[in-house]
């Protein structure tokens, strides 16, 4: 009779202590989640554009945009969502609200008024690139020539302006595969583009290519948000951003990905 009593006691425990233990993950896993919830997310579009924004073999964002934001993010008290965007659209994008900004190396100098920004945070030269065999051995030589550029980028605009010689025409391409291809196949005489986009995209048929030692435009890079929105979360990011470039998080997530052609802004002040 004791026997029977005490193996419902140890049952009685047994069951008790799982009970106790399962009620522990429910509420650890309900706190997990409210803080989840506690944060605000802050979803950020960019195209597919690496080393500044791009989705890695294990299905993961990575870049140095990336991991900008990531930490700024954190700084600020957000929770990141990132998503990649047709940058052709961006701009009906992020009016629509299916992104709240737009950040993936975009350059401020020139759109200062057609968006609240947030930064600048860094600084990007633009360059012309060609093939290793091409006669265009610096930027005069691109008289009569055709440059490719990508659509909705900087370098778009530069054939109306006086940042490059009178080319025969600017030819615009949906993403920057595209436009390296159509140097690649001879389409084009000489693309333009972000110095460390271009080095990334051409590090595999690096000794096909050349690249033009003058700079045909230097500019800062910050975070766009519609002009409809909030500016005080651009003000924050910016204030987040300058503080990560004093204590030098930005340069060293720069040094990182080993790209020449971007550095921090303060770097160039």
Request: net charge positive; glycine share 8%.
């Amino acid at each position: 009779m004791k026997k029977k009593i005490r193996k419902k006691i140890v049952a009685l425990c047994m069951i008790t202590t799982m009970l106790i233990s399962l009620c522990s993950c429910s509420a650890g896993g309900n706190k997990s989640r409210e803080k989840e919830r506690a944060f605000p997310k802050l979803v950020i579009g960019a195209d597919n554009y690496e080393p500044f924004n791009y989705i890695g073999e294990d299905g993961e964002y990575h870049g140095i945009d990336v991991a900008l934001a990531r930490e700024a993010c954190k700084r600020m008290g957000y929770q990141p969502e990132f998503r990649q965007i047709d940058w052709d659209q961006k701009d009906n994008i992020l009016e629509s609200g299916k992104v709240d900004c737009l950040w993936g190396c975009y350059t401020m100098t020139g759109r200062e008024e057609k968006y609240n920004w947030a930064g600048p945070y860094m600084c990007s030269r633009h360059v012309i690139v060609v093939r290793k065999d091409s006669s265009i051995k610096k930027l005069s030589d691109l008289n009569g020539r055709i440059v490719a550029a990508q659509v909705g980028t900087k370098p778009e605009t530069l054939n109306k302006s006086n940042h490059l010689p009178k080319i025969k025409s600017l030819v615009t391409f949906k993403t920057i595969d595209e436009v390296i291809s159509a140097l690649r196949k001879g389409y084009v005489d000489a693309i333009a583009a972000h110095e460390g986009v271009l080095r990334q995209y051409t590090k595999d048929e690096i000794t096909q290519y050349r690249f033009l030692s003058e700079s045909i435009y230097s500019a800062k890079l910050g975070v766009a948000f519609s002009k409809k929105g909030d500016q005080q979360i651009a003000d924050k990011l910016t204030k987040v951003l300058r503080k990560m470039v004093a204590d030098g998080t930005v340069s060293r997530i720069v040094e990182k990905y080993s790209m020449n052609g971007i550095q921090a802004v303060k770097d160039l002040e």
